[in-house]
Each structure stands twice: as C-alpha cells, then as structure tokens.
C-alpha cells in the first residue's frame, strides 16, 4: 500500500482521532500503515499479541473456536476500535482470535509501544478505557441477545453494527460467513436472510449484502443494537476531537 501521509494528519480511526495532539503525535513516529487483507490473522489465541491495529475501513472478528473446530464471533472491530485489548490491560495473550473479516487499511503499533504509552497515564490511557468499557457492554449485552431473541433480530443487530463500523450501507458477506459468526447454522441464516430480503429490508447477491431500509431493520432488530450504540456513544461519542490540520 502506498503511503498516504494525510491519513497519519486525519486519522480515519476514531480512537487516534480523538486523542488531543500531542498524545497523538508521540504515536506518530511508531504507527505504520498496512494493508489488512481478508481471512488475515492478526493474533491467534493462547499466542503473545506483538502487534496492535487501529483499523481504517477494514473490519476484524474477534472469535472463539471450540475443541471440535466451531466458531463463534464475540466482537467485531472496525475504525471505532483497537484490535489488540489484552495489551492494556497487563497481558499480551488471550483465549479468543483476530482475523481480517472486511480488507481495507488499519494502522499498526509495536505492541510494547502502546502499553508503555497507556501505562504513562493521561489521555491515552483514558480514552483505551472508555473504549474496554465499551467492549464489556457490548460482550455482556451479546451474551444476553444470544440467549433471549430471535436469529431474524440479531441478524437484523449484527447488520446494522456491520453497516456502522463501515460506515456504509453495501458490503461483501456470505451466508456461510454470518452463520460461523453468529454461531448458527447456514440454514438458519438462509431463512433469517431471506425474511430480511422479502420484506425489502436487505438485498443479498453473490456475497454482498445491501440494506435498502435501514429503518424497518432497526425496527426489526432487537433492543440489543441501540443499547450498544447508545453505550458506544455515551462513552466515546463525547471524547474530545484533536485538531485537524
């Protein structure tokens, strides 16, 4: 990828944005820019984490896998968020695995780097605690909707979230994809999907979904998804923007 200097100016990652600048421009020396190319492993689990991503347009899952093989994806990570939590919080392994689920762009740091600067205090380490806060009520609430509502509404909530973190309406899934994320089988979301698409809320072809009434899916999404929006926003909404330049 080449490098493009305005995106270390304006950072599309929300976290780097909204550090104040001179927290921010002690990063710059340390960030790099990568390419995050889908089905890339960015940590495996039980393995130290080396490095930290701060994503741009890409989207990375956050998953569990079972002894027999099975998956299921307990976080998601987009331009909202850090890949690479454990790092701040004193450890550098965990149980769960990071890989590429949508390619795009994400800023890399030497994982040291960053917990030597979340550990001087300050902003930095403000603003990675709003954000771990707001993870936790994202995995408490998920563990809840898992158990409580329908496939239909949270396939409804875990396109909406998709659509957020991209920041767009269109974007390339398959059905296989969102049933090993969600945790179900195809046929399940084959159904769920189709309830989605018949009621001209979504249109899926080839891999790629599209929402066509955002409206009438939040309408049909459980209240899991405005909880965790509202959360996110509480949290991290209100952080204070660093100059652009």
Known sequence: MSL??????????????????????????????????????????????????????????????MEDGSTAEVGIVSNEGMVGIPVILGDKTTTTTAFVQISGAGMQIDADIIQAEFNRGGAIQTLLLCYVQA?????????????LHTLEERLARWLLTVSDRLESEDFPLTQEFIAQMLGVR???????????????????????ISILNREDLEATSCECYRVIQNELARLLGNQPRRDRR
């Open 4 to 65: 493009d200097k305005n995106l270390f100016q304006q950072p599309s990652n929300k976290l780097l944005a909204a550090l104040p600048v001179k927290d921010y421009e002690r990063l710059v020396p340390h960030l790099k820019l990568v390419t995050l190319s889908v089905q890339q492993i960015l940590y495996e689990a039980a393995e130290p984490i080396t490095q930290v991503y701060f994503p741009d347009k890409s989207m990375v899952s956050i998953v569990t896998t």
């Open 186 to 208: 195809r046929s399940g979301v084959t159904v769920a999907a189709s309830t989605l698409s018949r009621a001209g809320m979504i249109s899926y072809k080839r891999g790629h």
């Open 135 to 147: 993870v936790y009520t994202e995995l408490a609430q998920g563990v809840a909707c898992n158990r």
